[in-house]
C-alpha cells in the first residue's frame, strides 16, 4: 500500500510532447517568452507598444512611468526573448539615430492569446454570474 493509503488503479499518463519534431523555437525559449512577459514592467511595456505599434524609447519610457535603469532593463528582456523588435532610424530634422522599438508577432500572440486571454475569460466570467 503507498504512504496516502491509496491503492494505485492506473498507471501515470505522460502528457504529448508540448512541440512539433520541427517547432522553431525551443521550449525554453517559449518559457522564456512566458517568463519575460510575467513581470508586471514588462507586461506594461509590451501593452503600451501593442497598442501604439511602435514608439521611441523616450516615448515608451514616459508612457509606462518606469525609472530609467529599470525601464532599459526590462525593454532589453523583452528584446532578448524576441518579444519585442528594436531598431535604430535616422529623422529628417537630426544628426543622429534614435531608437524605436515595436512588438513581435509572437510578442502580439502571447499578450492576446495569453494573460489577456485569461482576463477575458475573468470578465466573461464575471458578467455572465453577477
Known amino acids: 500500500m503507498s504512504e496516502t493509503g491509496r491503492q494505485p488503479t492506473e498507471e501515470v499518463r505522460q502528457p504529448e510532447p508540448p512541440l ?3 517547432s522553431g523555437l525551443t521550449l525554453e525559449e ?3 517568452m ?8 514588462r507586461f506594461r511595456i509590451l ?3 501593442v497598442a501604439n505599434d511602435e514608439l521611441s524609447a523616450a516615448d515608451l519610457k514616459t508612457a509606462v512611468d518606469v525609472e530609467s535603469h529599470n525601464f532599459h532593463y526590462h525593454l ?9 523588435d528594436k ?3 535616422r529623422t529628417a530634422d537630426s544628426q543622429g539615430f534614435y531608437t524605436y522599438y515595436r512588438p513581435t508577432a509572437m510578442g502580439r500572440g502571447i ?3 495569453g494573460v489577456e486571454e485569461l482576463m477575458r475569460r475573468e470578465r466573461e466570467f ?3 454570474y453577477s
Do not use: F, K
Open 20 to 22: 512539433p519534431e520541427e
Open 111 to 113: 499578450l492576446e492569446h
Open 34 to 41: 512566458q517568463q519575460a512577459i510575467g513581470h508586471p514592467t
Open 47 to 49: 501593452r503600451t507598444l
Open 76 to 84: 532589453d528582456e523583452l528584446v532578448d526573448v524576441g518579444l519585442v
Open 30 to 32: 517559449y518559457l522564456a
Open 87 to 89: 531598431r535604430q532610424r
Open 126 to 128: 464575471n458578467d455572465a
